[in-house]
């Protein structure tokens, strides 16, 4: 069993210092926030994550697992420093590096033995590098023995406990196989392909991976916007796809598109690495324009069947970027929320676990208890976020509730019949329409 520290407690860290303890590690989680430090020693969740509270709980009782905001202290006898802050989305696209940076200064000055520097964080092609010329470039220090090996991390937001100990592969990369066999050790007992390859290309199977999600999404929703002009159904094209052993069923959903702390920032990185080096990533920048464009068609459509969105009342329901979370970093929801206010309409939503965060963004949203307040005076609701509890509601309550009868259903979770049977003016994406 090893000594790990785990730098920041966010979505991909917590998990993992958590499950690595959950292992039988001996783990220390470090962040430069002192509040979510201290709200974690005094047992609350600095994130929501299905699952995660019971097994932090579970591992401090234990004692394999604490949380500290001092280097000193983390690194402290330590064979593991794992980074895993932030990687948000500079202005013109590129990765900003800052929290890897001050990550990896601080290490330089707190480490006084051989460690292995394992980087989860999300960064571009070269990092694992710099991050080594960081460590070494400490003036009048004599800098222990050290090694960065890349550990990109797939876990999803909203399943992260299962994700992580239950992987597809594990992906590690470094100059220094033997460096990289040592972290292969520690994920031995989940019983998942381990595939080692050099630093660089494990970095870029990160970005490659997210885009190429990234892109099925915006294939099936470009789809989908053919299928409305041809009056086909996007859910059936989608079903006889899948079933294409070549092609699979996952991530082809058509919908409002992809949002969340990961796909936009890593396709525009990738976007902004290829650019810089003189390619021309054409199919990337076709993936963004397209996911930005099903946010638009979703306020044109309302306008269209409302007539005009000025005056207009609109229920919405979710805000998280997806299901299972209170994420809110690049929610569609939050997107198409700012555009119907701008158009004078007024906007009431309901979430249940990222209400608060979006109140904080966006000042106007009027905030419900429950799906059965959003649709009171309503004239249409949207459906941005498919939480599992807005899949079965009652109908005949909302449409008492509602002043109109529209229903835009963002993710096509509702039966367009039914919904059609019940009184409603329904609209999917990627199927046949009703005239207005
Ligand atoms: N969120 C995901 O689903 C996911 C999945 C796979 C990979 N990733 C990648 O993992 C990385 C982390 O993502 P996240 O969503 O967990 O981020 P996050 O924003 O939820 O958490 C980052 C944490 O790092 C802390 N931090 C920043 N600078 C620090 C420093 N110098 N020392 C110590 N702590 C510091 C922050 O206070 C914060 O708590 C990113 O590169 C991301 O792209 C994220």
């Given at each position: 069993m090893a000594n790990i520290c785990v730098i920041g407690t966010g979505y991909v860290g917590l998990v993992t210092g958590t499950c690595f303890s959950d292992m039988g590690n001996q783990v220390i989680c470090l962040d430069i926030d002192k509040n979510r430090i201290e709200q974690l020693r005094n047992g609350k969740m600095p994130i929501y994550e299905p699952g995660l509270k019971q097994i932090v709980e579970q591992n401090v009782e234990a004692k394999r697992l604490s949380f500290t905001t001092s280097y000193k202290e983390a690194l402290k006898n330590v064979e593991f420093a794992f980074i895993a802050v932030g990687t948000p989305s500079s202005d013109n696209g590129e990765a900003d590096l800052q929290y890897v940076q001050m990550a990896a200064d601080s290490i330089a000055k707190n480490l006084d033995h051989?460690?292995?520097?394992?980087?989860?964080?999300?960064?571009p092609v070269g990092t694992g590098d710099w991050v080594a010329e960081i460590i070494l470039d400490q003036k009048n220090r004599q800098t222990p023995k050290f090694t960065v090996v890349s550990n990109p991390e797939f876990l999803r937001?909203?399943?992260?406990?299962?994700?992580?100990?239950?992987?597809?592969?594990?992906?590690?990369?470094?100059?220094?196989?033997?460096?990289?066999?040592?972290?292969?050790?520690?994920?031995?007992?989940?019983?998942?392909?381990?595939?080692?390859?050099?630093?660089?290309?494990?970095?870029?199977?990160?970005?490659?991976?997210?885009?190429?999600?990234?892109?099925?999404?915006?294939?099936i929703n470009e789809m989908a916007n053919i299928c409305e002009s041809l009056g086909a159904d996007v859910r059936e094209v989608a079903r006889g796809m899948g079933m294409d052993k070549r092609i699979g069923p996952s991530f082809l959903d058509a919908g409002l598109g992809w949002g969340g702390s990961c796909f936009p920032k890593d396709v525009k990185a990738?976007?902004?690495?290829?650019?810089?080096?003189?390619?021309?990533?054409?199919?990337?920048?076709?993936?963004?324009?397209?996911?930005?464009?099903?946010?638009h068609r979703a306020v044109k459509k309302l306008e269209k069947a409302l007539g005009t969105l000025k005056g207009r009342n609109i229920g919405v329901l979710g805000l998280s970027f997806k299901p299972n979370t209170d994420d809110i970093r690049d929610a569609p929801a939050l997107d198409i929320i700012r555009m119907l206010l701008k158009a004078g309409a007024s906007v009431q939503a309901f979430d249940p676990?990222?209400?608060?965060?979006s109140k904080t963004e966006i000042s106007d949203l009027v905030?419900?208890?429950?799906?059965y307040e959003v649709a009171e005076g309503a004239d249409a609701i949207l459906l941005v976020t498919e939480w599992n509890e807005f899949?079965?509601?009652?109908?005949?309550?909302?449409?008492?509730?509602?002043?109109?009868?529209?229903?835009?259903?963002?993710?096509?979770?509702?039966d367009p019949q039914d919904m059609r049977d019940k009184g409603f003016q329904y609209f999917g994406v990627g199927i046949p329409q009703p005239e207005n």
């Open positions: 051989p460690i292995i520097i394992v980087n989860k964080s999300t960064v937001e909203g399943s992260a406990v299962n994700d992580f100990m239950n992987p597809d592969r594990v992906v590690l990369g470094s100059m220094d196989q033997e460096a990289a066999k040592k972290v292969a050790d520690l994920y031995e007992a989940l019983r998942a392909p381990i595939m080692i390859t050099d630093l660089r290309t494990a970095e870029i199977i990160k970005y490659a991976s997210n885009a190429f999600l990234a892109t099925r999404i915006s294939f990738l976007t902004h690495m290829a650019t810089t080096r003189g390619a021309h990533p054409q199919l990337l920048q076709a993936v963004m324009d397209i996911n930005q464009n099903q946010r676990q990222a209400m608060q965060a905030l419900c208890q429950n799906p899949k079965s509601l009652n109908f005949e309550r909302i449409k008492e509730n509602m002043r109109g009868n529209i229903i835009l259903d963002g993710r096509n979770i509702w």
